[in-house]
């Protein structure tokens, strides 16, 4: 049923023809940049190891949150998809997806898709009940060919830096394989410590210790921080160049050693409440910016999302399966004791990441508008979008310029999905910059110098690469 | 003053002529689409007496809030207006009116009673001090005559289907009436139980006493549970498809039957503090849901707005006099514990309306795009308009398509708005569409086909209709 | 790097065609009307002593926290660019400006000082590090001149009302200076007296002590707010006009005198803590409602902005070094006490302006649209820009109309982009208009009229001029 203009070379590009050509120039001169990716989701096994995909269910779907939520909303059992581990059959799985497909019209997800189906994988039929099995299997013949490796299709997206996300603890061998491997382009590890931070986490005390034991820290406060202190060398020394925070609230708290000693054994000990509990990961929060201001770490916080909101789908198909859902956010005074304590470093990055957008005008602009440390996120998650790209845009740029904001931020799991986002993030900073060309703000050659910078040196800066 | 391009064809179509050539053939596959109007205010006394409407201002002025708020906002006095109840020339009140017509330029009530001049009632000058009277008396005429009445204007609207908002203590003998009387298309009614609910509400202890005294419930809390499933079912056999629930704050609370006893004998006693008539009256909004899911009735939940701002106004007039000011809504937290126990069933529809647009992006659309419950409301009230309807439809549909939403809800005691409102709706939804087409997002033919859905299907589908 | 089309004529108006056209014309109206600023920040020393303007760092850099504050994100010392009194060479100050140029590309800021640079100081080189210096000697050049002293800028710019902000204990000899001076054009003070009425302010018992030693009062409450009276009927024999009182929180409270009177006491005896502090802070804001009901001065409250959140910046430089930062507000339930009281006066002006912009369609637009006291500030601050100005009309227009704003506020202390921000506001609303018009929502003629009334009579009605 869907079947829009594939691959029309002006797509996301705005209606007004004047306008639109300004922008159709300007997305020209970085449509082919290559890609910097300094925060995402790809596994570093499909790069240590390179086995082919296995079939379309499991790229496309299964393993798509974006996807399989809007497929559950719409009466689909997660299970059927094969979610968290499911087993399901993936021709199934893709037939149902295919039959579904309608619901996509409009959705990030649905444009991603189209791009990867055309752009990437070259099938032109769109997906629908007729056609499922004939496209899962031209897609499977696709995947069973080296081409499409997880390689060679890196090499061929024109990735210079990809980031992973990291556990802590891992030993970041694969990234080592993946670096002696002649692969062209740098993948780079990235340390996200939130279990280890949060006493309200559920493992919290067990990965603690076993944190303690890798570092051979005793179990106080201060073995605590310089455990930590030590896995982020190790992972510096592996090429890292940023430490990813997500928390819900991104409340800090600046307290004095005694007290975080305290609070530390009793998070241990499963015994603070739960006010103890948000003063010791705000408290924690406010740790991490030190360490990044000594090692150098660029720390980027992404706040404001409530966690597996559906706990029976928690406990049934695991973490990530698509019911985290965005509330309120303030940074403002959340950030205060952190900012007021390293907010003036020059050296520090803090990139901020929000789902509720009205932040973006009334606090990380005027933050990012002020601390040398503060950078605006790219819109992100939900927000990650033509129009909410649009909007983000409009919210920040009068205030902050262009100069504050990270570059573009894929932060995904979908790894054919990075072309498209991308590519959906230049259109869409042509087409904003396009406009205020049209509006007498910008000449043509500044608005050309911007997106030149936004593309490639904006995100080297922001991340240190 | 004011004479806008009276019936311009193409209004509120975009001005990008590429965009406005789709919209136009979007909107024009819709423009005679019968009209599903699944909530709302038209008192059923109307189509059951079909008496006349007595004259403009009653029809136009006196009885909608949107339209003597805003005389209200600019010096005149409620009273002049005859708003409730008050005693005022007719005559008087719609020169108040006319003569103030320049201040509802730009609103959404005053291309509404444009709509309504030009296309119901057929008058062709635009209120103005110098034409009051001339206007006062050819509207006067126009209702004096049999098609002006409200059954001949319900059918000559194309409406399809018309619920109304009751109290669940009706009898909803003018509904048999209505349904006896040969009336193309269906009028039913809607269970709105607030003031049985809310423990703070004013009168709250005598209505459950009557509720009790009808239904013969014992004052229990399990008889009072009774005595609402009984009154469900009352109007379920009067055809009824949904319950609605106004709340200013939609925190809801999952207790247990001895806790909700304890709060339920409180606050017949009026002894219960503001802390446990909240939890007591969040308890409801769960069981309402709890009671859905039983029953099937469809769940409208309309949140974020505070009641009556203006004692005195609220004293002196009463309620529902256009000083019922938004909020700052959370439906992430409040809604959780209901959607924890209901959220994952299938047949339960819970529909939520906002007056706080930032909820579209940050908790509406994700909650939508995730719980096979959970729709998407119309934009409502201060947002039932063209720029806000677009910025709903922004705000939305990345991440949650089109499927999610509830159609279009005009909530509206105004009854010769009703085609007015509707057609806004499809017009804005035509331009959203086509720009999404123009941008290459969609193609044509699928566009068709979602503005097809929405304006009938959808809602039947949402509403069970 | 960034050279705009410089002075092109139909900047910041709309791309398409049509609608530009319409832009153009009601622009034109406009463009040339006299300006009507009744909020502001100019020294009233200028205007007094009409000294020519130093040097270009010191009249477009160092005192514009605007600008600072970017360059500061941008890795720039506050003390090398002469901010809070820090000495810096002015040359070196401009230079720092001008090789830092680019970042101001799409910001308010940029265009404005565009604007200033082409339009009143007539230099056309874009800043550079290239063309610092003969820039900077350029602009010092003309400055020596009589035609860029103050008085004649206020009268080459056709200002026909200013109005200064002003502390309670001026004397105002300095306005009687300006009232004599011949200047064509008055010039108003404003009483301002945020610091006499917050416990948390840092001077306040010594600061209320020296208004109740001036006016001869009592330290009780009743003195107090009699010493208060007395000094805004100062400020009235002086032509104010208005009130204005910047507010973290809009929170109001309405006690007794016996209460207030401990409040009072316990503040100025430096005892009363963070809650009582607050309570009291809230019902001096209803005081001053009280008084402006009574002596006719309009109030304005700006609210939501964290004053220096950064300490150490405040320490080192200041206050209002550009680290002012909003926050989520909360007009309806905030002053819900003090509307409770006076809201429905018909001769209180209570102009409400928010960084907030999520309470534009929620909170102000509905507030507005009801009580008769109530109007819409004009975007304000970090708002004051074209994309801030669209989002705003679009928020409030569909409920308030037009006839309910404040018109434009330039709010500002940079003399030079008085005419820049005027002009952007009346191009900013002649592009809302215009589409309107092209969307055949309004006709050509009352858009027409509708600018014309924004511009001069709005203001001037709201203000009481």
Known sequence: MTTPHRRD???????????????????????????????????IEWLAEDRPFADAAGLLVSNDHYVTRLLHASGVDLADLGVGGASADPREAWR?????????????????????????????????????DSLFDQIGEKLATPEFRPRALFERFGIEVLATTDDPLEDLAKHDVVAGSGLRGRVLPTFRPDRYLDPAAPMFASDVRRLLDLTGEPATFSGYLSALESRREHFIRHGAVSADHGVEDP?????????????????????????????????MLLQMARMSVEDGLVMTVHAGVVRNHSSHTHRQFGADTGHDIPRRTDFVGGLRPLLER????????????????????????????????VFIGAPWWFLDAPDAMARFRSAVTETAGFSRGSGFIDDTRAFLSIPARHDTSRRADASFLARLVVEGRLTENVAGAIIDDIVGPQPKRVFKL
Chains 1, 2, 3 share one sequence.
């Open 251 to 283: 409340a800090t708290f600046d307290i004095d050693d005694a007290e975080a000693e305290l609070l530390f054994q009793a998070s241990l000990a499963g015994t603070a409440d739960a006010s103890q509990q948000r003063v010791f990961r705000g408290h």
């Open 342 to 373: 390293f907010g003036l470093e020059k050296q520090f990055h803090l990139v901020l990441f929000a789902v509720d957008e009205t932040v973006y005008s009334r606090e990380i602009a005027p933050l990012a508008g002020f601390y040398p440390s």
């Open 96 to 132: 149902i997806f295919a039959s579904n497909w309608h619901i996509f019209a409009g959705t990030a997800s649905g444009y991603w898709i189209e791009d990867e189906l055309a752009g990437v994988l070259g099938v032109s039929d769109p997906p629908s009940a007729a056609h499922a």
């Open 9 to 43: 070379p002006d797509r996301l590009l705005p209606a007004d023809p004047r306008t639109r050509a300004v922008a159709r120039a300007l997305y020209e001169r970085v449509a082919g940049a290559p890609i910097v990716s300094p925060h995402g989701h790809v596994p």
